[in-house]
């Protein structure tokens, strides 16, 4: 009888997980869920009403009215905030910069992964985060663990932004990733720490196909399994 994959990714800010997840997607006719989607949307939704985030009151009942939804077209992941498309606004620098912050608090952290874990009770997915085979999916079928060189990941951040259009300095990303990796490894919440059976995936040298494939080498018994 089949059972339903998950696959949980989880690594560094800007190593390309989620350029990693959605070609698996793409492929595997999975459904793909951006857990970092959410927590940026989290932030942008902060960061609009004005949310302290030392008032635990206000951040509850903030989340009481957020709702998040993930719809695809043209192969792409979409995220909504409300109803509202915000997926190109929460990729924009004042987002980025709280991102961290909002995501080590506790109640954020055990609503989005009530939301998440409800995502992948039913199908066959793809998530990519921090802790999501750690704490999200700590059972899941395949982890994978995504880590490459600080100045590599800056440097295709700093690209990514250019080709937007977006007036952002290579020194001011290289400090904003800094930053981030910082507080995912030493917060207090789910901290970003590699599970013990996950696979190390460095793609400091590695292009997009590269990776993709390595990954498919292990997904492939999944697959065989499943279909049994």
Known sequence: MSKNIVIAIDGYSSCGKSTLAKA????????????????RAVTLYFLRNNIPLDDHEAINTALRDIHLNFH??????????????????IRQMPVSELVSDVSAIK??????????????????????????????FPNA???????????IRAERR????????????????????????????????????????????DNTTIDQTEQLDFVMEYIKPLLTKTAI
């Open 24 to 39: 698996l997607a793409k492929k595997l006719h999975f459904i793909y869920i951006d857990s970092g989607a959410m927590y």
């Open 72 to 89: 695809s077209r043209d192969y792409q992941s979409h995220i909504t905030l409300n109803e509202e498309e915000v997926s190109e606004e």
């Open 158 to 201: 700093f690209n990514e932004l250019k080709l937007k259009g977006e007036e952002v300095s290579m020194e001011e990303i290289f400090d904003n990733i800094a930053h981030r990796d910082f507080l995912d490894t030493t917060r207090e919440e789910s901290p970003l720490i590699r599970a013990d059976d996950a696979i190390i995936l």
């Open 141 to 151: 079928d395949l982890k994978i663990f995504m880590t490459a060189d600080p100045k």
């Open 107 to 136: 109640e954020v952290r055990v609503e989005m992964v009530r939301q998440q874990q409800r995502m992948g009770k039913s199908k066959n997915i793809i998530m990519d985060g921090r802790d999501i085979g750690t704490v999200v």
